[in-house]
């Protein structure tokens, strides 16, 4: 008979440690080739724009919080202060990915 906590795991988890026969269970890490070929596989930021993005928009919040004030400009630069503060972070613009451009060079994998 398996314990509470086997019993409440997901079934794929479940079957995998109710194979295990011994009181301990192993868990392997997973290879990370593979995650980081996938990560920036969807990168169409290069790094200056990063950095630039990320400066454009700490200064952006900066601006809206403390410079601004309570008027339309002030909220303005709070709300889309975000926006290249998060694509330079992730190193992914949605509007590149819609127009179809990018500035990082593209490597060849053929």
Not at 9 to 23: A, C, D, E, T
Not at 31 to 49: M, S, V
Not at 64 to 91: C, D, K, N, Q, S
């Amino acid at each position: 008979m398996s314990s509470p906590i086997v019993q409440n795991l997901p079934g794929f988890i479940r079957r995998r440690v109710l194979q295990h026969n011994g009181s301990t269970f192993e868990v392997q890490p997973r290879p990370t080739e593979g995650i980081k070929a996938l990560a920036t596989e969807f990168r169409n930021e290069a790094n200056w724009d990063r950095v630039l993005r990320i400066l454009l928009g700490a200064a952006m919040l900066f601006l809206g919080w403390f410079a601004m004030g309570e008027g339309i400009f002030g909220a303005a630069f709070r709300i889309f202060g975000f926006v290249p503060l998060v694509t330079g972070l992730l190193g992914w613009c949605p509007f590149y990915t819609l127009f179809g451009i990018g500035t990082k060079k593209q490597t060849r994998t053929d």
